[in-house]
């Protein structure tokens, strides 16, 4: 559900016309929504109410916007990084050091000391290497860091290959067979308090299944530890559920999934963390962009629209769908390519797709672009850097300006000795 209404014949965020948001701010721009991202959170929430104890961090990188962050602060969130960037954009949005999770296979000891100073809550370990660097940072300057050992449970998540991240091959993770004798090496070192497991099979998970195996292997995994007399508190188990992007997607929805979860950790005794990122933004956000042309095709005419895949890259990089709806829709429909003016072609949104008509200078969004989106954004082919808008009720402002090419030429020189 989210909160992106048509309301006299115009497609609203809330109270405002996007309309409105375009005129001010111009095109493309993503518009989020406060209280679709509110409803998320709360609804995820209140999903996993069954278990007892648990740890709610939003993984920024599917919205590291400083006002979402700040949104889903006030909603009692903490949040799961990957890098030290994501680590400041979270302190600063006002969540506290401890409520912030350190995941990512490439730490480096430079951010490993940026996350002790911050008094950062977990490190999720993806290597037994990285936890003997990191005790032994935190043991030079007198600290104990607090982790987890990320595991690699070997299960298909049966999603997108590009963004599966738990199968035995994929670079995540410990092997779930050599997590037993790591977790032991890493407990008895100086500098480190390990204190559970963590997991992440990948994300726009449509099926519980596996995650459920997952789970499962993770509670014996668990059970093998303390039976080795091993301590476990605290067990991570990612994020990672899917969202419809199309009508029809029919995906496992917050209740089943926190049921599921409730039923896998019944006897775990452990406080359970969540890294939630797209169902929290997926559907908290669109991006409006203005129809530049429309040109014949050999089978379907081109919509040239002024966003391309700089701005939103899912569909490039994944073959991802966004529906794609006119801002104020006429009732009548065309079949139509829906492409951007980057000179690649991998710059298509759709092929051949049903959409309302539209013609040169008409606004349009594509839907369920809250994750994943901005954050990928670029400035490739010398475009500006897109803008970000977020609405509450009938209130709205910019979250992010555009950054104009001339500001990233500025950045850039030419050294004297070229002449
Ligand atoms: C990307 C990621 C998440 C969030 O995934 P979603 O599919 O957006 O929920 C959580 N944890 C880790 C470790 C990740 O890499």
Redesign the pocket.
């Known amino acids: 559900m989210d909160h992106f209404h048509l309301k006299d014949g115009v497609l609203h965020a809330e109270d405002v016309p996007l309309t409105a948001i375009a005129d001010a701010v111009g095109t493309p721009v993503y518009v989020y929504s406060r209280a679709t991202l509110q409803r998320h959170a709360r609804v995820f929430r209140e999903a996993l109410s069954a278990i007892p104890r648990i740890h709610l961090a939003f993984?920024v990188?599917?919205n590291p916007n400083l006002a979402v962050l700040r949104v889903l602060q006030r909603e009692g969130y903490g949040a799961?990084v990957?890098s030290a960037g994501e680590m400041h954009r979270a302190l600063a949005a006002g969540m506290a050091g401890e409520d912030i999770v350190f995941?990512g296979v490439g730490k480096t000891a430079r951010e490993m000391i940026e996350a002790l100073d911050a008094g950062l809550g977990q490190f999720?370990l993806e290597s037994e290497e990285e936890g003997v660097e990191l005790a032994a940072i935190a043991a030079s300057r007198g600290q104990v860091a607090t982790a987890t050992l990320r595991v690699n449970p070997d299960v298909d998540a049966r999603t997108h290959a590009k963004?599966s991240?738990g199968k035995a091959e994929n670079k995540f993770g410990v092997a779930y067979d050599a997590a037993p004798g790591i977790y032991a090496r890493l407990s008895a070192l100086e500098g480190l308090n390990l204190r559970g497991l963590a997991v992440?099979i990948g994300?726009?998970?449509g099926d519980l299944e596996p995650s459920r195996l997952a789970f499962a292997k993770m509670g014996k995994l668990m059970q093998e530890l303390r039976g080795q007399g091993l301590t476990v508190t605290h067990m991570d188990l990612?994020?990672?559920?899917g969202v419809p992007y199309k009508a029809e997607d029919a995906l496992p929805g917050p209740g089943e999934y926190g049921a599921m979860v409730a039923e896998a950790t019944k006897d775990w005794d452990v406080t359970v963390m969540f890294?939630?990122?797209?169902?929290i933004t997926g559907n908290s956000g669109v991006l409006v962009t203005q129809v530049i042309r429309v040109k014949p095709g050999a089978i379907n005419p081109f919509v040239v629209v002024d966003a391309a895949m700089n701005d939103l890259a899912r569909p490039a990089m994944y073959d991802a769908w966004h529906d794609f709806a006119a801002v104020v829709p006429t009732g009548q429909r065309m079949a139509a390519n829906v492409v951007g003016p980057i000179c690649e072609s991998s710059d298509t949104f759709a092929m051949g797709r049903d959409i309302d008509t539209v013609k040169p200078g008409d606004l349009a969004v594509f839907r369920t672009a809250g994750?994943y989106g901005a954050t990928m954004a670029n400035t490739y082919n010398s475009r500006p850097l897109v803008p970000e808008v977020l609405v509450d009720g009938d209130k709205w402002a910019v979250v992010a300006d555009r950054i104009e090419p001339a500001t990233i030429l500025a950045a850039e020189r030419v050294p004297d000795w070229l002449g």
């Open positions: 993984a990188k599917s799961d990957v995941s999720n963004i991240t992440h994300s726009q998970i990612g994020g990672g559920l890294e939630p990122g797209r169902i994750a």
